[in-house]
């Protein structure tokens, strides 16, 4: 089916960076967007970034200015740059994509399985 792959999370000092890599694969007929979202312990799956296959960007008003969404569409691939971290990025990210499978007639959300960022003061 799809698969999301993603990489780079791990523990920062606060002010630091950190950048994130996810890559799509399997039966892939295109991918309308592509992106992150964050859940934070007791709170709600938000999203940080994402990228439409025509470069269009989104992101949350708490990032904006820390944060740059990147993709390669040749290769499924989306990273996320974060600059400037603070302890309240601390979350499991988790890759997005919106995939229509080879063979199907609609688009379906694909996710990956999640890395944590945790920011330390």
């Known amino acids: 089916q799809v698969q999301l792959v993603e990489s780079g999370g791990g523990l920062v000092q606060a002010g630091g960076s950190l950048g994130l890599s996810c890559a799509a694969s399997?039966?892939?007929?295109?991918?309308?967007?592509m992106g992150w979202y964050r859940q934070a312990p007791g709170k709600q799956r938000e999203l940080v970034a994402s990228?439409?296959?025509?470069?269009?960007?989104d992101y949350a008003d708490s990032v904006k200015g820390r944060f740059t969404i990147s993709r390669d569409n040749a290769k499924n691939t989306v990273l996320m740059q974060m600059n400037s971290l603070k302890p309240e990025d601390t979350a499991v990210y988790y890759c997005?994509?919106?995939?229509?499978?080879?063979?199907?007639?609609?688009?379906?959300?694909?996710w990956g399985q999640g890395t944590q960022v945790t920011v330390s003061s």
């Open positions: 997005y994509a919106k995939v229509l499978r080879a063979g199907s007639g609609w688009y379906r959300d694909y």
């Open positions: 399997g039966s892939i007929s295109s991918i309308a967007a």
């Open positions: 990228m439409s296959s025509s470069r269009n960007t």
